[in-house]
């Protein structure tokens, strides 16, 4: 028995490919701001991070056939360059993005032609969910969801039985069906999940390290990325969620007013001595949470991918005590928190004001704007807006 759990992990051979599918909230955003942010040393190293983001972000969209609420359509162009840039420079690679957790048959079956089967590599990291859908809950807070806490936890965890739960539970979450896709494509073997433990962080980066053969420590986090909100934020968020419909934001317009600005003043924002993050879920979501594990560690057993880890840690155990008080969604909002979102929110709003201005302007510099057109004729050019059409925004 290994010392530790990376200790038999074998590395991958020259020229293969890591494909990283999250899924969210198991430490994903840190691994990828560390490995973008050492990017040029990995490549002296041997392994390439491709692109210049911090994650495959549109690119992995693109092959996904997805695109997000609020954000541009990706295009399949950016992924093929993604692919040529992987393939042309011979190095190990890793390409990362929490979308390839969601991934369909067609979508996992563009990803293995890209790079071919006997080279690539596929990383899950599973994490208790008791402790994972809190988080996840957050994130959805932040991106158009109005379900109260425990309305959201009844939804994703529908009924008591494992089959209605497995029905109603996000697919991204679901690691029994997400090894079984991928390993309809690639040796078991090749699909490294692993198990994360509360109270060792030190497994993901190490697993990360020997698969890339890279020296120990050298992906420890460079920075706290993705930081929490307290529950009042959280909260306060998904009541302005609540009115959106009601005053007709568009997606684009919202996300780029909330998640981009009043996300950001709240994370800036220093918790108070009464701050609290999102609870543990209550008894009934923890028993249907024991049996949705109990399901995923079984099939994971008959499967037999790579296991990194213990598959009982992603089990609460019976000593994982539920919140006293029922989940009781607070109507009032600190001032501070309020103050905050408002902040970011007019900052985005200025930003997003000042962008349009320089875009006309610059197309009135080039001829598209004011006089132009055949003839001399005025006209509404490129940047300025037209009757029936919406002005352009920022990306």
């Not at 990803?111 to 080279?119: C, K, L, N």
């Amino acid at each position: 028995m290994p010392e530790n759990p990376w200790d038999d992990i074998a590395p991958m051979a020259p020229g293969d490919v890591m494909i990283h599918i999250g899924p969210p909230k198991t430490g994903s955003t840190s691994i990828q701001t560390t490995m973008a942010a050492r990017r040029d040393e990995m490549a002296e190293l041997g392994v390439l991070y491709p692109g210049s983001g911090v994650r495959a972000k549109f690119s992995g969209w693109a092959v996904m056939g997805a695109r997000p609420r609020g954000m541009r359509k990706p295009l399949m162009a950016e992924w093929d360059e993604l692919v040529r840039e992987v393939n042309e420079s011979g190095l190990k690679a890793v390409v990362s993005s929490e979308a390839f957790g969601r991934a369909d048959e067609d979508a996992i079956g563009r990803m293995v032609a890209s790079f071919g089967a006997e080279r690539l590599h596929v990383v899950a990291v599973g994490r208790r969910l008791d402790k994972a859908l809190p988080s996840l809950y957050q994130e959805k807070v932040k991106k158009f969801l109005a379900m109260t806490y425990e309305e959201w936890l009844d939804y994703v965890l529908a009924g008591d039985d494992i089959d209605a739960i497995v029905a109603s539970f996000p697919p991204g979450q679901q690691l029994a069906e997400t090894a079984r896709k991928w390993s309809t494509h690639l040796d078991p073997q090749r699909f490294h999940l692993i198990c994360s433990e509360e109270n060792n962080r030190a497994l993901m980066p190490r697993s990360f390290e020997r698969l890339l053969d890279l020296p120990d420590g050298f992906l420890e986090p460079v920075a706290t990325a993705n930081e929490s909100l307290d529950r009042t934020s959280v909260e306060m968020l998904r009541q302005l969620n609540a009115q959106k419909k009601a005053h007709g934001w568009t997606d684009e317009f919202y996300r780029k007013m909330v998640f981009y600005g009043a996300v950001g003043g709240l994370r800036n924002r220093e918790w108070g001595p009464d701050d609290t993050k999102i609870p543990t879920p209550p008894e009934w979501a923890l028993a249907r949470i024991r049996t949705l594990a109990d399901h995923t560690i079984a099939s994971l057993r008959e499967q037999r991918p790579h296991i990194i880890g213990d598959l009982a840690s992603l089990r609460p155990g019976e000593d994982v005590v539920a919140p006293e008080s029922p989940l009781v969604e607070s109507q009032t909002i600190a001032l501070d928190a309020a103050v905050a979102a408002l902040a970011g929110a007019v900052d985005a709003g200025w930003k997003l004001e000042q962008s349009q201005r320089q875009r006309a302007q610059g197309a009135g510099k080039d001829g598209k704007g004011g006089k132009g057109g055949k003839g001399g004729k005025k006209g509404p050019g490129k940047g300025v807006k037209r009757k029936g059409r919406k002005a352009p925004t920022a990306d």
